[in-house]
């Protein structure tokens, strides 16, 4: 597989979020499926986030990321309810993980994380794919069934 697959292998994935981007308002930010899930914001949040770490850490980007919605601390209080500010963070880590994804030369290299252990940055990708269409549902489901 080339360079470019991969880049297309990971934008094609990642249109489970993008196709819902323009369809989320500010209204949407707060709804949840039920009262324990996260809401639509923080899984924006959430998934820039993760991105934006998978760049710094797996694809070895130099970035400074400051992350609200990972560890023990990281609870959802509604308090993501800004759209245009995840907008942007959205936007941010498709740029760094994109561009971090377009960079690899070697996707046999292997990469040790505290998360998932020791994988091929191949698999690696595979990883963040599949978390940031897992969480792309959890948001179609907010939106459509949430209060």
Known sequence: MTDQNYYDMWKMGRTRL?????????????????????????????IAEVELLFAKNVFERDLNVKAQTIGSIAKDRGQFKELEPLLELIERAEEELGSAIQEIEEWDDEVTT?????????????RIMTHTAYHAGQISLAKKYGK
Do not use: M, P, Y
């Not at 196709?19 to 930010?29: F, T």
């Not at 039920?34 to 899984?43: A, D, F, R, Y």
């Not at 505290?114 to 990708?125: K, M, N, P, Q, S």
């Open 18 to 46: 993008t196709n819902q981007l323009d369809k989320i308002s500010e209204e949407d930010l707060l709804k949840r499926v039920q009262s324990e899930s996260n809401s639509v914001g923080w899984l924006l949040r959430h």
């Open 114 to 126: 505290a998360e998932f252990g020791t994988v091929t940055r191949a698999e690696a990708l595979g």
